[in-house]
């Protein structure tokens, strides 16, 4: 899904006070929230964002007399994310020093009323993530305001969701790669007489993997075979003490019992 952006018209941004500080690349973006009660009311009601962002913005031009709002970017619960300074553009918010260091994004919670983050928030932040990343020249980072500066921002409930990666919401974890067995060596592996080499050693370092009890000494003989024909049995294949191609597979990518 593509970033849903409320450009500074569409949220009547004030003018800037002077010129931004050009922001050739970060290392990426460090998250925020407000700090203060956030209205819960906010979730169910798009223009309480859109009067929040505004009143953030009169807040660090008049209070703080800053140029502009402090932040690149606002992610509100409704998925949408509000231009701040932008792309390109030295931000505010991150500390004096850390600015040119990482984009600054605010979620829309604070640490009052509207304190854990909703879905949309998340999603809001990531979409701003890769847009500054495909658009700002923005690196890999995400970390939180706290994160080298004294500061409790984001708060626990989005700091701990940045600790964690910055998941996407809902998002299910890509299942593990199947296990894939190395090539088949091209050689039967079976005894008698004893055979030796790094193939048997690498079969037998798999049984032992697999839970058999198993001498990992690269000489195929009777105790390899037993162990052969006991996996085979579990498997329910041929139970003739060789590895061939299928036992050499099945090694690998059977289940584990
Ligand atoms: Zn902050
Ligand atoms: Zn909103």
């Keep these: 899904m593509a970033i849903d952006l409320v450009l500074r018209r569409d949220w009547q941004a004030r003018e800037r006070h002077g010129d931004y500080t050009q922001l050739d690349s970060t290392k990426g973006v460090k998250v925020h929230y407000t700090g203060g009660r956030v209205d819960p009311g906010i979730v169910g009601d798009h223009a309480v964002c859109v009067s929040l962002v505004r009143s953030i913005q009169g807040y660090h ?3 703080n007399g800053w140029i502009d709002i402090g932040y690149s970017f606002v992610a509100c619960p409704h998925r949408k994310v509000f ?4 792309l ?5 918010a991150n500390g004096a020093g850390l600015n040119s260091g990482h ?3 605010l979620g829309l919670v604070g640490n ?19 847009y500054v990343r495909e658009r700002g020249n923005a690196g890999k980072e995400i970390k939180g305001h706290r994160d080298g500066y004294s500061t409790d921002c984001p708060g ?7 600790k964690r990666g910055a998941p996407r919401p809902g998002g299910t974890t890509p299942p593990p790669n199947p296990p894939t067995a190395p090539p088949f060596p091209g050689r039967l592996l079976k005894y ?14 798999q049984m032992k993997v697999r839970g ?5 000494d690269g000489a195929y003989g009777s105790g390899s075979r037993d162990v052969c024909l006991r996996f085979q049995r579990e498997q329910g294949i041929d139970d003739d003490g060789i590895v061939g191609p299928t036992t050499w597979r099945l090694s690998w990518e059977a289940p584990l019992t």
């Design 156 to 162: 626990e409930p989005l700091y701990a969701w940045v």
């Design 112 to 130: 009052a009323g509207l304190v854990e983050p909703p879905d949309g928030v998340l999603h809001a932040i990531l979409d701003a993530v890769e």
């Design 88 to 92: 390109h553009h030295l931000p505010a």
């Design 192 to 205: 008698p007489p004893v055979m030796r080499g790094e193939d048997v050693r690498t079969w037998q370092q």
């Design 61 to 63: 031009m008049d209070g």
């Design 103 to 105: 984009y600054a994004v």
């Design 83 to 86: 231009e701040g300074r932008g």
């Design 212 to 216: 058999m009890e198993i001498d990992v």
